[in-house]
């Protein structure tokens, strides 16, 4: 049975239904703080014409789950729920979903980053993008593993 707290999917998702299922029945909820990633159309100078995610099903969902409980224990939040897609996607399409429920807006738009930042640089999955110039895997950037450092975990991912 899937977690309520994270989805691996191939379809799209919708940010309204997945908002309201968040926040349904808790009225201690005063903000919720989302990000949805899209696919963009260019990557280091390339235009780019597709994507595809590939994920180890079962560890995949347990790295993330044990980031969520990392989030629940550093910031003061009330729900979380992470989706992200895997399979071929285009450009526009949505590929994350990372929502976060709080009283108050400060601790939710921080565990939102966190859990982006860390989702960005150690969650096992495997990118590759097709461009004029052929199919590439895409690593983590330096960048990514600076933001995750601002949190305090080392990033070891970039080269």
């Known amino acids: 049975m ?10 799209d998702f919708d940010l309204g239904a997945e908002v309201a299922a968040l926040r349904a029945g808790d009225a201690g909820v005063g903000a919720v703080c989302s990000f949805v990633g899209t696919v963009r159309d260019r990557s280091e100078g390339s235009a780019v014409s597709a994507m595809e995610l590939e994920h180890y099903p079962g560890m995949t969902e347990a790295s993330i789950e044990a ?40 601790q939710s738009f921080q565990a939102c980053e966190f859990l982006m930042d860390y989702l960005k640089t150690q969650a096992p999955f495997w990118k590759k993008e097709r461009t004029p110039e052929g199919e590439r895997w895409v690593d983590a950037r330096v960048s990514d593993d600076a933001a995750l450092a601002r949190w305090g975990i080392a990033g070891t991912n970039a080269g």
Do not use: K, N, W
């Open 2 to 11: 899937a977690s309520a707290r994270v989805r691996i999917q191939a379809g």
């Open 67 to 106: 980031m969520i409980d990392e989030a629940l224990r550093r910031f003061d939040i009330r729900a979380v729920r992470v989706i992200h897609r895997v399979g071929p996607l285009q450009p526009q399409d949505q590929i994350v979903l990372v929502a976060v429920t709080s009283a108050h807006r400060g």
